[in-house]
């Protein structure tokens, strides 16, 4: 063994020890030679007392090697942890035993290991691939020891109606099986190609080390053999036992996943989270199987064992949210009070066709029975508690109808918006793996080529041929017709206030769209707080250009129709679209987007005189996802000349945050321009709390983070924005890391935003702390100066990103011109000359200016700009690249 050929192994760390075998494969008296890499001398020879044992077993084709990073994290004096990495026998350097040795006698083998090794308690088990199963083996015959479990890509079970993963089928082939595994290196090579990033040379050196030489690889071969593919296999009843036995685990576990694994898919993962429903999971976008190379596990892991098993910690502080226990009306509160009252005839939800006229809708009663019905039908497909449903409808009465329904079963509805592209919302779907899919044609579509859901349910009847086609069993309009949930009688399902109600994805304009989680006792929490800080009342009448808001309107007892528009692309939202929906139901509230008002206010010109009438008689309009321009609020002001007109600020994680009004943005401003007034201006003035919400900031330190644990109000202070609210979300869905990185002090969410207040204690936002710019000797926000630049008439929207090493960076405006540029690069001097000094006036000094033709921006609003994306272009552009396309 050459251990300097070991990259990231400490020398001392590598030992070989003898050990008596119990296996039955072995005769009595045979002693098998293991080799292990454990730091437990060096903890020792440093005086460190070791907080408990990491049990690391490895799976196929890899060795301990596998988890170097956790062996030299656990000799931090921080947290120390004695990690025991083994070497399966006939695997990396333990002895070849000329045996096959099948998985109860693999489980038996570190039985013997640890007994050999006097290994106390408490002992946390970390697996990987099959090594995940023979730790877990392990684990339950040692649960005197046991603390806790950790898995990376693994499984215990083959799913129901799932096919073995295409690449152990090709394994396990009988003309391919001994060659690839054995004979020739290809497995081991196959393997190691699935790194993300590519493993350095050094180290796919390391893990190919124990395998040179076909004699040496007869284990790798025998490992995949041993794979139970059906009840007649030999090994098939010891995976079974250790499927089953999870089911009464009952320690803290962690999973760690790469969901880009072409064998252990998130699939697995779902199953082993049936078995132990009580885990915390974090998926890693973009790793893959071998997700400890891909990815830093080692923190987190830490992180988990000081919380969750050294001080038996619970899950990230609450942010404020309801307890079980208190009082709440459940989401659809109102709709069988209203149902039942004298507006039962009156309508409830209105579809807009086309062309603007109205296409179809239903009255209280009519929403109600439809949904009843609905939920009779899905329960008998098997929705009840805790079913995972995606909801691919467009809003309107088709969505409207299945979201009550699945919420009053106690499904789960995930929805994830269609604007983020196919590969975004794949992404987002597998992730959260749901039973059933509900949606149009071209999401069912979309689910069969994809492999999206196992159950799907059409919304409208299909004839036979296109069901067997997209795999449909049923449909909405089935249901509606012939379930026997009669007047509304809806299956019984009581949910307390943190009963799991929703996944709700984000507009992923920060990176892969996260699922956040909502409890009923939140959603409910959300509709209060939105109604008491607007005063929205049941018989007002609401256009919802924001499907979520068009989701709220039954909710809050309004009247709600969706414009005819593509509701993934806001800019789609024309003036007369808009008029025509608030004509339909004589409309007091309005929701759009600031993209969508931008095509409001450009397409005026097409308004019928009827149309401008049902928009004057508008009472309050909301628009938020995005700063909204004081300009374009006094051009929408001229459209609906008697509406209030306000700018809540928030995001899916905590809808709504804050809350200002046109009027208070003026006078936001006037203290700005004054001068007289302490943190007025840099930024975009977002009001104060809405109903039950706190704010506070986290001080950012000069490297540009936002450190520390106290929050503060002081005016001038900019920090990182903290929000404490009944309706803040649950967590992050299966994104453990996110949220422990999101969980302020406690009570508090850390929105990832950074802002100030002023002396009048409004809250003004500067930007995301992801995008501040760490220049020489100064920390830079970027939204005070893009507002400075987009303040100049030929400049339509501004970002300002940072060039180069963090604390050196220099600040590079890239602008989107009117008239549009005809090509990004550089810009001529007489524009590039108008932005420095623009953006000197608001105290930031640029150095270089770039065009482009559009900015590139999320796809739910329309008006976030991708700051991140475009820095990485003006680097390459600075650096002498090619402009192409940001």
Request: charged residues 15%.
């Amino acid at each position: 063994m050459v251990i300097a050929a070991w990259p990231g192994v400490n020398a001392e760390w590598s030992r070989e020890i003898d050990v008596p075998s119990t296996s039955s494969v072995d005769a009595p008296g045979t002693v098998r030679r293991w080799h292990l890499l454990d730091n437990g001398a060096e903890l020792s020879r440093r005086g460190l007392a070791p907080l408990g044992t990491l049990l690391c077993v490895h799976g196929n084709p890899t060795w301990s090697y596998l988890w170097r990073s956790l062996l030299a994290a656990g000799t931090d004096p921080a947290h120390p942890w004695r990690v025991v990495a083994v070497d399966q026998l006939d695997m990396g350097f333990s002895e070849r035993t000329g045996t096959f040795r099948r998985l109860a006698d693999r489980i038996n083998d570190l039985g013997d290991l640890t007994e050999a090794l006097s290994l106390a308690g408490p002992v946390v088990t970390v697996g990987h691939d099959w090594g995940g199963v023979a730790s877990l083996g392990w684990a339950l015959a040692h649960s005197d020891q046991l603390a806790g479990v950790v898995l990376t890509n693994t499984a215990v079970h083959q799913p129901a109606g799932s096919p073995l993963p295409p690449a152990l089928r090709l394994a396990l082939h009988p003309a391919v099986h001994r060659w690839g595994t054995t004979t020739s290196d290809a497995f081991l090579r196959v393997t190691h190609s699935l790194a993300r990033p590519p493993l350095p040379a050094d180290v796919r050196s390391a893990f190919m080390a124990p395998y040179r030489g076909a004699a040496r690889r007869a284990g790798v071969g025998n490992f995949v053999a041993d794979i139970p593919v059906d009840g007649s296999h030999p090994s098939f009843a010891a995976l079974n036992g250790v499927a089953e036995g999870l089911r009464a685990l009952n320690v803290p576990a962690l999973m760690l996943w790469g969901p880009r694994d072409p064998i252990f898919s998130d699939r697995y993962l779902k199953d082993l989270l049936t078995r132990l429903p009580h885990a915390d999971v974090h998926r890693y976008e973009g790793a893959g199987h071998l997700v400890a190379e891909d990815r830093d596990i080692a923190t987190p892991v830490f992180d988990w064992l000081a919380g969750r098993v050294t001080q038996g910690g619970d899950s990230p502080a609450d942010n404020g949210s309801m307890g079980a226990g208190d009082g709440f009306t459940p989401l659809w509160g109102l709709l069988g009070e209203l149902a039942a009252g004298p507006s039962a005839g009156a309508g409830a939800v209105v579809e807009m066709a086309p062309d603007g006229t109205e296409a179809r809708s239903l009255t209280w009663r009519q929403l109600e029975e439809n949904v009843g019905r609905v939920a009779a039908g899905l329960q008998g497909e098997g929705v009840g508690p805790g079913t995972r449903v995606s909801l691919m409808v467009p809003p309107g009465v088709d969505l409207t109808v299945a979201l009550y329904a699945c919420l009053r079963l106690g499904a789960v509805v995930v929805v994830a918006d269609a604007g983020l592209g196919t590969r975004g919302l794949s992404r987002a779907v597998k992730g959260a793996t749901p039973d059933v899919l509900i949606g149009i044609d071209k999401a069912l579509a979309a689910a069969r080529a994809l492999g999206w859901a196992a159950r799907r349910i059409s919304v409208r009847d299909l004839p036979a041929v296109q069901r067997r086609v997209l795999g449909v069993k049923t449909s909405l309009a089935d249901m509606a017709r012939t379930s026997p949930g009669q007047g509304g009688a809806a299956p019984a399902f009581s949910p307390t206030a943190d009963s799991p109600a929703a996944v709700l994805f984000t507009s992923g304009s920060t990176g892969p769209a996260k699922g956040v989680q909502y409890t009923h006792g939140q959603l409910a929490a959300m509709r209060d707080t939105v109604a008491g800080t607007f005063g929205i009342e049941p018989g007002d009448r609401l256009v919802a250009g924001f499907a979520p808001f068009a989701l709220l309107g039954p909710a809050l007892g309004t009247v709600s129709v969706t414009p005819a528009m593509d509701v993934t692309a806001p800019r789609t939202l024309t003036a007369h679209a808009l008029a025509a929906a608030a004509a339909a139901i004589d409309a007091t509230v309005v929701f759009a987007s600031p993209a969508a008002l931008r095509n409001v206010v450009a397409t005026q010109a097409g308004l019928t005189p009827e149309g401008a009438a049902a928009l004057k008689r508008v009472d309050l309009l909301l628009s938020a996802g995005a700063p909204v321009p004081e300009p374009l609020l006094d051009e929408v002001q001229r459209l609906l000349p008697a509406a209030s007109l306000h700018t809540p600020y928030g995001m899916t994680e905590a809808l709504p945050v804050t809350d200002i009004s046109l009027e208070q943005i003026k006078a936001a401003a006037a203290d700005a321009g004054s001068g007289t007034m302490t943190g007025a201006g840099n930024g975009v003035c977002v009001g104060r709390p809405v109903q039950g919400a706190r704010i506070a900031l986290i001080p950012l330190a000069a490297d540009g983070t936002a450190p520390g644990t106290e929050p503060v109000t002081e005016a001038g202070v900019t920090g990182e924005i903290l929000v404490s609210a009944p309706h803040v979300k649950g967590g992050y869905d299966r994104l453990w890391l996110t949220d422990q990185l999101s969980a302020g002090p406690a009570g508090w969410h850390r929105t990832g935003d950074v802002g100030h207040f002023d002396a009048d204690g409004r809250l003004w936002v500067e930007g995301r702390l992801a995008h501040i710019i760490t220049a020489p000797g100064a920390v830079v926000t970027p939204v005070g100066a893009e507002q400075a630049i987009e303040s100049l008439d030929c400049v339509s929207m501004a970002a300002v990103v940072g060039v180069g090493p963090a604390g050196t960076q220099a600040i590079a405006a890239v602008v989107e011109t009117m008239p549009p540029a005809r090509k990004a690069g550089p810009a001529a001097a007489g524009l590039a000359a108008q932005v420095r000094r623009a953006a000197r006036a608001a105290g930031v000094s640029v150095a270089a200016v770039l065009v482009v033709p559009a900015q590139p921006t999320d796809i739910r609003h329309n008006a976030k700009i991708d700051r991140s994306r475009l820095a990485r272009w003006a680097s390459s552009v600075l650096a002498g690249g090619r402009p192409g396309k940001p």
